[in-house]
């Protein structure tokens, strides 16, 4: 099926100007359309054994929109089939990513505003999702037990360094005991980086997130972890700025998203590895280390 198919589908009577290719991946690929009396709409279709992440998209789209309103998109239209695709509204704005606010501090206490808009939002137990939690846990610590279990397992098969495999697992096994410290599920966005938030650069106002393909119920200093393992980078502004906006934070959370960064590092090694992408492995390496060496 053609996109202007899909669009006639999900917008019928629709004038198509201009289809453009934007950034997608090896799940999806992404289109924005752009309509001569409406407002632009995006085309996300889905590789066939992907096709499975449609339902969990329009499912935690549907949980974010009672929160967030129009900071995230809006679906139109999903369908399944050969291919599948979805219809959503455009967030508009550019990637933070590509952007050089000039007060790096105001952009993220946005951020950490947002975020803690995403955790208000209870799940029935721990664990991925799709339109429900996979293979539900009933406790935190149940949950990223199995899941440093899981990465250390894969990580060893993959051929990582035998030494540093050994080095986080004792460091999870010193530190486990603070996985216990949450014991209510939330919402978690799983990938707010700032690849996934769009920013009007003229007044540097944040405009919304993207990207629901990872999220999972967890503890939300998971989110928080991931944000700062992948775009914070030792940056204090950010950091500052993301607690300030996020609000009252446990008293245990420094150790608690050290903890965590360790495991988002240690999945994303696995993923690098498992794909054959190996030019981040040794610096990722290198961030693990970091964390357990002494």
């Not at 606010?101 to 208000?120: E, F, S, T």
């Not at 003229?202 to 939300?220: C, L, M, R, T």
């Not at 992408?277 to 040794?282: E, I, N, R, S």
Request: charged fraction near 20%; aromatic fraction near 8%; proline fraction near 7%.
């Amino acid at each position: 099926m053609e996109i202007h198919a899909m669009i006639e589908k999900a917008c019928p009577g629709s004038e198509i100007a201009e289809i453009l290719p934007r950034t997608g991946g090896q799940l999806s690929t992404v289109h924005e359309v752009l309509r001569t009396a409406a407002a632009p709409v995006i085309v996300k279709i889905y590789e066939p054994e992907w096709a499975w992440k449609q339902a969990k998209e329009v499912h935690v789209y549907s949980l974010l929109a009672e929160h967030l309103g129009n900071a995230v998109p809006e679906v139109i239209h999903a369908e399944a089939g050969d291919p599948a695709f979805t219809v959503l509204t455009k967030i508009e704005g550019v990637p933070l990513s590509e952007a050089e606010p000039p007060d790096w501090k105001a952009v993220y206490v946005q951020l950490g505003q947002l975020q803690a808009k995403i955790h208000r939002i209870p799940q029935p137990a721990y664990g991925y999702l799709t339109d429900q939690v996979l293979d539900p846990l009933p406790t935190n610590d149940a949950y990223m037990r199995r899941q440093f279990t899981k990465k250390i397992a894969e990580f060893d098969e993959l051929g990582g360094d035998p030494v540093l495999s050994k080095q986080i697992t004792q460091y999870v096994e010193q530190h486990a005991g603070l996985f216990a410290a949450n014991d209510a599920p939330s919402l978690c966005h799983n990938d707010f980086h700032e690849g996934n938030v769009l920013v009007d650069p003229q007044s540097w106002q944040v405009q919304g997130f993207i990207d629901v393909e990872n999220a999972i119920a967890a503890d939300p200093l998971m989110d928080l972890a991931k944000t700062e393992c992948y775009s914070i980078w030792g940056n204090a502004d950010k950091l500052a700025g993301l607690v300030e906006g996020y609000g009252e934070l446990p008293v245990d959370w420094r150790a608690r998203t050290t903890l965590y960064r360790l495991y988002h590092s240690l999945e994303l090694w696995d993923w690098f590895k498992s794909i054959g992408t190996v030019d981040p492995l040794d610096s990722i390496a290198g961030d693990m280390a970091a964390i357990v060496r002494p």
